[in-house]
């Protein structure tokens, strides 16, 4: 664990190092986008868009405040419990629904949920059906955003897709959850079963019983 987090700190300073040498005024900048964006009134493809179109365009600025607090607390008192990847996917997707700026085209940072779901179906833990439900939905969610893209200028009407692939994501995991568990299941009566056959070669009291 500690060689991850040293891995990942080399590789942020080394990223950092590269942005100042590009461009030393790189930090100042984003900061001030960010700042500049909070100032305004912006349709996001958030829950803040849609409050923001439905009228009121500050509270909802503040919506991830209370959200990272919560996350905080749950990952204090049951992060060692949670599963590292599965932390990473639901984090991402929060975010996207809860950001106070942004744009649909930051949701391409759901790949790396999709890439976990993806895994799930490759290793078998999915069955067919629930793969190709799966799969299908992914599928018409793309086709719809594409349609929108050329419809709908306002990027608001965006909110839905990181709830998708959420909905799509807890299908996944459960259903994974379900077939790992009843992968395991036969692997135990497999082994026992073999165990027996061993059993009963090497003790002909067991064969002729």
Same mark, same amino acid.
Request: charged residues 15%; contains cysteine.
């Given at each position: ?19 100042? $040498? ?36 500050? #509270?909802? %600025? ?13 990952? #204090?008192?049951?992060?060692? &419990?949670?599963?590292?990847? +599965? ?6 997707? +929060? ?11 930051? &949701? ?19 069955? %067919? ?18 349609? &929108?893209?050329? &419809?709908?200028?306002?990027?608001? #009407? ?21 077939? +790992?568990? *009843?992968?395991?299941? %036969? ?11 061993? $059993?009963?070669?090497?003790?002909? *009291?067991?064969?002729?019983?």
């Amino acid at each position: 664990q500690w060689r991850l987090l040293a891995g990942f700190g080399g590789v942020l300073v080394a990223c950092a190092l590269l942005l100042f $040498a590009l461009n030393p005024a790189w930090l100042q900048r984003f900061w001030r986008l960010v700042t500049a964006g909070m100032d305004l009134v912006r349709e996001t493809p958030t829950l803040n868009g849609l409050l923001v179109l439905a009228g009121e365009g500050i #509270w909802g %600025k503040w919506l991830w405040l209370p959200v990272l607090l919560l996350g905080v607390l749950l990952w #204090w008192v049951r992060g060692r &419990q949670w599963e590292r990847r +599965a932390m990473i996917d639901v984090a991402l997707m +929060a975010g996207l629904v809860v950001a106070p700026v942004g744009w649909s085209y930051d &949701q391409v940072m759901l790949l790396i949920p999709l890439l976990s779901v993806l895994g799930w179906a490759a290793d078998g833990s999915l069955s %067919k059906r629930d793969a190709a439900v799966i799969v299908w939905v992914l599928v018409a969610a793309n086709a719809l955003t594409f349609y &929108q893209r050329i &419809q709908t200028p306002s990027e608001v #009407w965006f909110f839905w897709v990181p709830l998708v692939m959420a909905g799509a994501y807890g299908y996944a995991r459960r259903r994974h959850k379900l077939g +790992a568990g *009843s992968g395991t299941h %036969k692997d135990v009566i497999l082994s026992a079963d073999l165990l027996g056959r061993s $059993a009963n070669d090497l003790d002909p *009291s067991l064969r002729s019983g």
